[in-house]
């Protein structure tokens, strides 16, 4: 039984049991329902008090049910109309996250009882909903409606002595059962009247109509993709409404969202992030290494940005050079960097000086010795690297991890090198690391079961989006960016210019195109990744592949910071540049590309994005990573791709896998497969002929 009505102290106590955070799923509503009319039969009962078992009150509405095509929240918008109607008093007591649904249950509750340190939020916007089971219409009866609007459109929460403040909750007490008990207690000796929300009429004012108009307008012009922020802002202007009236409002808006591809991809991106980390074969008990102390090698733009993710968790971290100006420029921008946030407001003085008080500088890496883990970031060349893992492997506890953050290189090589292969692990961040969400936990072909739990557990204690990726060139993310980048470029070759090219993604929601993306990442550095790659003989023997990243690099244009790359720039703004043209039209001579005077919009997005989608197929068969939704994860996380598409995988899906595989055909065709660049993936077309979906792939084994 996932709901049980229990008597206590001559009162009734409704309480959910339904792990792991009390999700009022289908069956939970039809048990509400059934402990309802127990509770109407037993007369006897003075009042009755509606709690939740386990770590949290109800944290929302099951969102998996939401994909039911015949999903309504009319059944639990009845119960909680029953709830409101009792002529007993209820209270919820209120514990953990009370967020969604939850939170619409305990308005409908004619109290709340709270214990300290509860959370309050509606955050259904963040999956691209409103509140569906009459948020947008009790809590503006509740606290006002611009309130109410504040928190429905930010999804952001309130803790108890806010909700406490705000009216939201009566009480906050130490324990909310007890507290709730003595409450409706209370209301029965006293004859409390009992306040219903939904009787509760908002007096007309000009004034706050005119502001919740103005709300509306600003959120069609600031978010014309996100339907949920303007649709939050009707529902909560009818609430000024008849409840009923309201009611339907919030209902007909609520369809129209969870119907909306923009919801439905926010909601598989809402369990991806929790799926990736599930490790196939990697039991949830393993023991993990302790660490207590973390090692950086190499102090350069990846090195101080990876040790401040320490440093915030209250890690004592030592940073390694071999270079005194490095270090010196590490310390002075990783202290100016907390500086400003102190000076936002972000973190406090005290904290500044705590932080860098744990960070440690030395030339010499014995002082590695001790470390728990070293992640070494030194430049990405193979033989220094290579040379560094050997002195790791030697110098390092035989207990500690050793980490690389290669982007391309081979980690299993590098973890020969150390002599000591089963405690090394890639951590492939990305740039600036203490920002970006995205870690690449890469898993070697010999990584210990406890290393890779320990790193996850890590990533997760330093607040990042952790993927894993098994050993290929680029893993995940890279190697999927090297063929958007490369037909990015063909396309350049054969007419079309940076900013067609970028204004085409970026339509589809990308946060930039890939001309502006490597001219602010540095063409230097993807040039120079391209040139190693060549060496090593992982690229297509064809001089025209990246052709033109290489003639960026070679005449100097490495993007934003030397003022030209793909642009020229003047400040940050990105402007055409007529030499890249002419860079262009030389390569296409050289090469034997034909150019054409106009390429559409159609063929820019499906050459950029459906050869990706196609290499995260072959990621996914080939077994780097465990599940199509890791894929998507890796994409919403680290490059921009639009959450609301869901990841490139997702989007696949929503168009279609065989439209998908047919115009790859297509493209085979009219260009002439070179390299066998078009050539679908066996998996692609499988799951296109069985008509299942990739995003929902798990890695075949
Ligand atoms: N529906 C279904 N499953 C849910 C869920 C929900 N609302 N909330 C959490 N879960 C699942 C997670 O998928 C995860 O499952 P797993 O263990 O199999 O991966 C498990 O519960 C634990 O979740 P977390 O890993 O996120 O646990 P945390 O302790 O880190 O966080 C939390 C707990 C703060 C409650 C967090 O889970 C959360 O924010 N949940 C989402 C809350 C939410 O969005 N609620 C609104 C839903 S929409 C709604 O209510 C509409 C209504 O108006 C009709
Ligand atoms: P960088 O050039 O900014 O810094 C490298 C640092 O390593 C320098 O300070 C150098 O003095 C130091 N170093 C070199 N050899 C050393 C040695 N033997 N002992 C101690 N220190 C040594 O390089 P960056 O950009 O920080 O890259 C580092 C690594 O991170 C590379 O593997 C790169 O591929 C990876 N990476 C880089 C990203 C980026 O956007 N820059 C993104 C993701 C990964």
Not at 121 to 140: D, I, M
Request: include cysteine; charge should be neutral; proline fraction near 5%.
């Amino acid at each position: 039984m996932k709901v049980r009505l229990e008597a206590r102290s001559g009162l009734g106590v409704i309480v959910i049991d339904h792990p792991p955070v009390n999700a009022i799923s289908a069956d939970v509503v039809a048990q509400l329902g059934q402990a309802l009319d127990a509770w109407e039969a037993r007369t006897e009962l003075a009042a009755l008090v509606i709690a939740c078992d386990g770590r949290t009150f109800a944290a929302g509405g099951d969102i998996a049910g939401f994909d039911r095509p015949d999903f309504s929240p009319a059944p639990f918008n009845g119960i909680l109309a029953r709830i409101e109607a009792q002529a007993r008093p209820v209270v919820a007591a209120l514990h953990g996250s009370v967020l969604g649904g939850g939170f619409e249950l305990a308005l409908a509750c004619h109290g709340r009882v709270a214990a300290d340190g509860t959370r309050f939020g509606f955050p259904e916007v963040q999956l691209g909903l409103l509140p569906g089971s009459l948020g947008t219409q009790r809590l503006p009866r509740l606290v006002g409606p611009e309130l109410a609007l504040d928190l429905i459109s930010s999804g952001r929460t309130l803790g108890s002595a806010a909700a406490l403040a705000a009216g939201i909750v009566d009480r906050v007490v130490p324990d909310a059962l007890a507290g709730a008990i003595a409450l409706g207690e209370e209301w029965v000796r006293t004859h409390c009247s009992l306040r219903r929300l939904s009787v509760v009429r908002i007096a007309p004012d000009e004034k706050l109509s005119r502001r919740l108009e103005a709300a509306a307008a600003e959120a069609c012009d600031r978010q014309p993709s996100n339907p949920a922020a303007v649709a939050i802002v009707r529902a909560v202007q009818a609430s000024l409404l008849p409840f009923a009236e309201g009611e339907a409002i919030e209902a007909s808006l609520f369809e129209a969202l969870r119907t909306s591809p923009q919801s439905q991809s926010l909601r598989h991106l809402f369990f991806a992030r929790r799926s990736t980390w599930k490790i196939p074969g990697l039991s949830r008990d393993i023991r993990h290494r302790e660490l207590h102390s973390i090692g950086v090698l190499g102090a350069g733009t990846m090195g101080r940005g990876i040790a401040m993710n320490f440093l915030n968790a209250g890690l004592p971290t030592r940073l390694v050079d071999a270079s005194q100006a490095a270090l010196d420029t590490a310390v002075s921008i990783i202290r100016s960097l907390y500086e400003a946030s102190a000076a936002k407001g972000r973190i406090s003085g005290t904290e500044v000086a705590a932080r860098m008080a744990l960070l440690h500088t030395d030339l010499g890496d014995a002082a590695l010795a001790d470390c728990d883990l070293v992640v070494e970031a030194v430049y990405e060349d193979f033989a220094l690297k290579q040379r560094v893992c050997e002195r790791l492997g030697a110098l390092c506890r035989p207990d500690a991890i050793i980490a690389t953050n290669t982007s391309t290189l081979d980690v299993d090589r590098l973890a020969a090198a150390t002599g000591r292969p089963r405690d090394v692990v890639g951590m492939h961040f990305f740039s600036p690391a203490h920002v970006m969400k995205l870690l690449e936990v890469v898993r070697g072909r010999e990584t210990a079961h406890d290393v890779l739990a320990t790193v996850m557990a890590l990533a997760r204690r330093i607040g990042k989006t952790a993927v894993v990726s098994g050993v290929c060139y680029g893993f995940i993310g890279n190697r999927m960016a090297e063929v958007y980048m490369r037909e990015a470029e063909f396309l350049l070759m054969e007419g079309a210019s940076p900013a067609q090219v970028d204004a085409a993604v970026e339509a589809l929601g990308m946060a930039m195109g890939p001309c502006r993306m490597l001219d602010l990442a540095g063409v230097d550095v993807g040039a120079r990744t391209v040139i190693e790659y060549a060496k090593s003989g992982g690229l297509p023997p064809d001089a025209s592949y990246r052709a033109l990243v290489r003639a960026l690099y070679e005449s100097g244009r490495h993007g934003q910071k030397t003022g030209a790359g793909y642009y020229r720039y003047e400040g940050r703004t990105a402007l055409p540049d007529p030499e890249t043209e002419r860079i262009s039209i030389e390569l296409a001579a050289r090469h034997g590309i034909a150019r054409r005077p106009a390429i559409d919009e159609r063929e820019i997005v499906e050459r950029l994005l459906y050869p990706m989608i196609n290499e995260g197929a072959k990621i996914l068969e080939e077994g780097i990573a465990c599940r199509g939704s890791d894929i998507d994860v890796v994409w919403t996380a680290g490059y921009g791709f639009p959450a609301q598409r869901g990841g490139p995988l997702f989007m696949a899906d929503s168009i279609g896998l065989h439209e998908v595989a047919q115009r790859l055909q297509h493209y085979a065709k009219a260009r002439g497969n070179p390299h066998g660049y078009w050539t679908t993936s066996p998996l692609l077309d499988k799951l296109s002929v069985e008509g299942r979906r990739i995003s929902s792939c798990e890695r075949p084994r």
